[in-house]
């Protein structure tokens, strides 16, 4: 089993839609949970962290659920800039606390 | 400010050669990560160094890969010999150690590298 499982996607979807992304983990041994948004043929850049108690920026709203091992990222009113690949990213395995691991990425595609 | 400085962008080789990677990391920074990325594994993590010291390279492949980090300014991660299932993206990546629970990897552009 994958230590972070992500739905691949393409998730497309019209511009301002609300779009669900859903990520789990292996290891309830992990500490730090991220999204990072990676475009076309760039580096990933971090796109926000992820709280137990959720947390939001903006349109973006990140959930945390420890007992299930499920981390989500809900963007509300798509934008077309929005399309890139979301990626869910745990840290803290193993008590390595800089060492953080990436799932494989969903892709989001908003049309016109 | 200069981010994590990358090279070469992009190498074509043939299988059995030499190929290496470098990487200058963001001044200050005292981590430094090697991922690769390709379509079918994601980014997996190879190895990561603080304060130039090797930590993790649980992610390291096989014997043929090796990386140095000689000094905080500068690492290179090296394949030899070359096949053509090491055809992928190569992204070093920078943080410092005391700011970890942020989340922040400062990912340079990506090597791109094609082993034919």
């Known amino acids: 089993r994958k230590e972070v499982e992500q739905d691949p996607g393409p998730f497309n979807v019209p511009e301002g839609a609300t779009v669900a992304f859903n990520c789990t983990y292996s290891n309830s041994a992990s500490q730090s949970f991220f999204w990072y948004r990676q475009d076309c043929r760039k580096e990933p850049k971090l796109l926000m962290s992820?709280?137990?108690s959720g947390n939001e920026d903006g349109r973006f709203t990140a959930q945390l659920n420890r007992a299930s091992q499920y981390i989500s990222l809900l963007i509300r009113d798509s934008k077309l800039s929005d399309s890139a690949t979301y990626l869910c990213v745990v840290g803290g395995l193993g008590g390595a606390t800089n060492k953080l691991i990436f799932g494989t990425g969903t892709l989001l595609a908003v049309q016109p | 400010d200069a981010g994590v400085i990358q090279s070469p962008r992009h190498e074509v080789t043939e299988m059995g050669q030499e190929v290496t990677l470098r990487c200058k990391p963001i001044s200050g920074h005292n981590s430094l990560f090697w991922y690769r990325q390709t379509m079918m594994r994601g980014l997996e993590l190879l190895i990561y160094?603080?304060?130039?010291?090797?930590?993790?390279d649980s992610g390291m492949p096989e014997d043929r890969f090796s990386a140095k980090m000689p000094n905080a300014s500068f690492s290179t991660l090296k394949i030899q010999p070359s096949e053509p299932r090491d055809s992928a993206v190569y992204f070093c990546?920078?943080?410092?150690?005391?700011?970890?629970?942020?989340?922040?990897?400062?990912f340079g552009e990506g090597s791109r590298l094609t082993v034919l």
């Open positions: 992820v709280y137990s």
């Open positions: 160094f603080n304060n130039n010291v090797p930590i993790d």
């Open positions: 990546a920078s943080s410092f150690s005391g700011d970890w629970n942020t989340g922040e990897l400062f």
